[in-house]
């Protein structure tokens, strides 16, 4: 170690040892400018070691470490199919998005702020999510439709969603990282002794539900939820980790186009104030082909997309066969058959492949053949 300009003792001792176990140098040694008498010279002489042999060792050793590491990546690659696919290191929540409604909590329920576009949504929202899951519901309640289904809001805000759904028949858990939407939420509910049976809210976020509650719901519903997060594929994997084979996906989003950057960042954010600035961040928004392309190899077929477009003079929304600025889409879990998980296709591919090199050569063919 360096001391100022000079040599520790523990340095020149570990140099000496080094310079013993290799050959007298072939090439000029390092030049070292001391001002402390002799010290210069034994510096010089203990550094006379041979830079070829230690470049080799050197090259070796990180040889070695590369091969270590290229095992323990693919080792990786080989978890146990029930093994958790999840750590706690991964995460679809994005600080600024949650400081960002974190301001706007206690503006939930204002149907005539902010959040009315959202109050006005559930006009075509709710009977979107119901209709497509009685379709997949041999008998249901007249008063209640989705008596007996389990559904997971993610990102459920102030619950905007949630008690709809919940008023349905359905039992509802609503999840956040806000802990003030949260709050927001339960109060609300509290007015409403049905919802107290139904409705359930929770602090976290969705890939913290996967490990306790994995392949729990009948649907997972999505609204202006996906355009707020930063790894929108590790969101589609846990939605498909947490439902049931056969189970629904509900996603309300904002396409990805000129038209959408136009009416929903600069008019409504900029020039209307419809929507406080900052909400909405262009990059992240998604469009319906992007989206199916991570829903598909997911294990996730898409059923429907639908546009939909918001009057923000009237205050209503209505369907559209333009999904040029809003649209729903309803996808649907393949059975675990169909869809392996991403270690169990690892170790499938891997064992193909040994066995097509074993079976090139002619001793295993005859092995084989027997």
């Not at 929540?93 to 706007?104: P, Q």
């Not at 008998?139 to 102030?158: R, T, Y």
């Not at 980790?241 to 008019?267: D, E, R």
């Amino acid at each position: 170690m360096w001391s100022g300009r000079r040599l520790s003792s523990c340095g020149v001792r570990f140099l000496e040892k080094l310079g013993s176990g290799c050959p007298s140098a072939v090439a000029e040694p390092p030049r070292v400018i001391s001002r402390s008498g002799n010290s210069g010279n034994q510096l010089t002489r203990n550094l006379q070691i041979k830079p070829r042999k230690f470049s080799e060792h050197r090259t070796m050793w990180f040889r070695s470490y590369n091969m270590t590491f290229s095992c323990l990546t693919r080792m990786k690659a080989y978890r146990s199919p029930w093994q958790s696919l999840y750590s706690t290191s991964q995460t679809t929540v994005d600080s600024k998005e949650v400081k960002t409604f974190l301001a706007l909590a206690h503006k939930w329920w204002d149907e005539q702020g902010i959040f009315a576009p959202l109050h006005s949504m559930n006009d075509l929202r709710v009977p979107f999510i119901r209709d497509n899951l009685l379709k997949t519901s041999a008998s249901h309640h007249p008063g209640k439709p989705l008596s007996g289904m389990k559904i997971l809001d993610v990102g459920c805000g102030g619950g905007l969603l949630t008690e709809p759904l919940g008023r349905l028949g359905a039992s509802v858990t609503g999840i956040d990282p806000v802990a003030e939407n949260i709050r927001v939420a339960q109060h609300h509910k509290s007015f409403d002794p049905v919802l107290d049976e139904r409705v359930e809210y929770k602090v976290c976020s969705l890939e913290e539900m996967v490990n306790e509650t994995a392949e729990v719901f009948d649907a997972v519903v999505a609204s202006e939820v996906v355009e707020h997060v930063i790894d929108l594929e590790l969101f589609i994997q846990c939605c498909y980790q947490v439902l049931k084979p056969g189970g629904s996906l509900f996603i309300t989003t904002i396409n990805k186009t000129q038209l959408s950057y136009a009416l929903g960042i600069v008019f409504s954010e900029q020039i209307m104030g419809l929507v406080p600035k900052g909400t909405h961040t262009w990059e992240k928004f998604v469009s319906p082909e992007k989206l199916e392309s991570i829903l598909e190899p997911n294990g996730l077929s898409v059923h429907t997309v639908a546009g939909m477009l918001y009057n923000p003079f009237s205050g209503y929304w209505h369907w559209s066969d333009n999904t040029n600025l809003n649209y729903a889409a309803h996808a649907v879990k393949s059975s675990a058959q169909e869809h392996p998980g991403p270690a169990e296709s690892a170790l499938q591919g891997d064992a193909e492949t040994l066995h097509a090199n074993a079976s090139s050569s002619p001793r295993v063919r005859e092995e084989l053949q027997k």
